[in-house]
């Protein structure tokens, strides 16, 4: 449940991330509401899967998938690059991410 509770807060992380750039640095009043109320959430579940996940093990994978996650919201959204080596370094990160949550105790 607590590695579900990680993946949900991940999800949260890019749904913050994205609102930023929405926000257009908190001058627009809703964007800016939803970009705060995502941050608490995700912050509220990397606090409670720390409970049992490690610290270390816990903020590298919800940094993880905030990065994965909005680097391909970026490509969809906002036209950025999709370049061959800019991808394989997003599957870089996944198989890191994948790694931790395969070898974790």
Same mark, same amino acid.
């Given at each position: %449940?607590?590695?579900l509770m990680l993946f949900v807060a991940g999800m949260f992380e890019c749904a913050w991330a994205v609102g930023l750039k929405y926000s257009e640095g908190?001058?627009?009043p809703v964007p800016s509401v939803v970009t705060i109320a995502a %941050?608490?959430?995700s912050f509220w579940l990397l606090s409670v899967a720390m409970k049992t996940i490690p610290a270390g093990?816990?903020?590298a994978v919800w940094t993880g998938i905030g990065a994965v996650g909005v680097a391909v919201v970026g490509m969809l959204l906002f036209d950025e690059s999709r370049d061959v080596a800019r991808i394989l370094c997003i599957m870089l990160?996944?198989?890191g991410v994948l790694g931790l949550r395969i070898f974790s105790h």
């Open positions: %449940m607590e590695w908190f001058t627009r %941050m608490l959430v093990t816990a903020y990160i996944v198989a």
